[in-house]
């Protein structure tokens, strides 16, 4: 039960940070991840790709894991630790843009459409095609 | 007696206290105390027994409090001042090794309570099914020791054919704001359940609710369904939860219920779509949480859904208490010895082949 992340700059016009989550994305660790990227957003970051290619899996952990980084990358950060976030309301069609995940494994995919995250999300097949839309 | 020099840097070194304190000066009293009741910062001296006293819950200062008083016995302002900047030192990061240590052991403390009074909650959850005429039901329920947010609620609603409600839920996250979460959902989605049409409806208000009452980063997947008794007639609303799975009496492919919409707590709306199903005598639904397919090996493999359904087929045409017994057992050999890393739920339901009620028009 481990995950590596590894983080990688896109220089550009339009520069894009990739988050690569390598391992399985559960309750042990999901809270490092969102610290990894509130850092990021600190850093400056203001366009993620979260690559899932080497995701194997992700537990239920992982999707508060997911909307809290939509929310910080939205600019949000919570007054406080146990104040948390407030729901989105995404609607067709208001699909943010700060945060894209590309190359998702069909397990991933799965526990996304089942839990409707994934309307959160542009997912795009793997990196170089979201780099290229962005 | 004040601590020693240096004992508010010690504790929070990225805050100067005595300039939190300062602005009070001339029209409140407000002191700072250490966990072990020092004053490490203050406006006045001491306090006195009336001041407001509000405790630091979380930080590099938790265990101390704050105290604010007025020489004016008639102002309300001391409350929530000793309430706000309780809050936001509170929110102080915790740098200091000594205190890292002091903030974790209270924090593992609180969580072991908080552990104790879930099992306690449990136990008054009735693992006893309701006695339902013409329906056999089973139910599995192990808690972890750590993780874990599973709740699941079996009730005969009051109302013509008295229905059977079923609810299976599992808050996503871990620690004290999970089991905090859990304790507030589950009376909150058996009094959506009651006073709502129907099962869609139900988690439509829940997730009104959690979302315009509570701030919260956490998640609940929830499943309603309601049978009709006296039909076998069920109807399923899903809100990101693991799909049921019916298990057909007469031998042919088990399938997934699939269909629902996005977990509560999340997005504003959930626009859930009822599916239904008919149970005919020796079909079986099953439900479960993710404790069942995300179970791991030792070897780092995950039991997944083909192995749930090799469960069930092991026992096909068994009882409600065979099938949740056979999938219990292999997980549980699955897992190895290891405490189970998630809570495990299972709860099956069978349309008995012969009908219990049976009425004869005389003797």
Partial sequence: ?134 | MTAPAGAAEALAPDIDLEAVVAPFRGSLSVVIEDPDGRPIATTSGEAPPSATSVAIRSGPLAGGRVRVWDENPASRLGGAVAESLAVALGALPVTDPEAVRLAAATTRRIEAELAHGRRLQRSFVSLVPPDVPGFEIAAHYEAAREVGGDFFDLFRLRRRGRPLSIVIADVTGKGIAAALLMAFSRPLLHAAIDHTRGPAEALERTNRILVDERRSSLFITALAARLDVRNGSLSVANAGHEPPMIVPGDGSPVRFLLGGGPLIGAFGRLDLVEIGVDLAPGDLVLFYTDGVTDARSPHGERFDEWRLVQAVESVRGGTSAEVVDAIAGSVGAFQGCDEVADDITIVAIRRSVRQTIRRSGGR
């Fill in chain 1, 1 to 134: 039960m481990s995950l590596e992340t590894t983080i990688e700059q896109v220089e550009g016009a339009s520069p894009v940070t990739i988050l690569a989550l390598d391992g399985e994305l559960d309750a042990s660790n999901f809270e490092a991840v969102i610290d990894t990227v509130r850092g990021l957003y600190e850093g400056g970051t203001r366009r993620l790709l979260l690559d899932l290619a080497d995701l194997r899996f992700m537990a239920s952990s992982g999707l508060v894991a997911l909307h809290s980084i939509v929310r910080i990358m939205h600019g949000e950060p919570p007054p406080d630790a146990d104040a948390g976030w407030s729901a989105l309301h995404a609607e067709l069609g208001d699909r943010q843009t700060e945060v894209q995940l590309c190359a998702p494994q069909a397990a991933v995919e799965r526990v996304l459409t089942r839990t409707g995250l994934d309307r959160l999300f542009v997912v795009h097949a793997d990196r170089d095609t979201a780099i290229a839309a962005w």
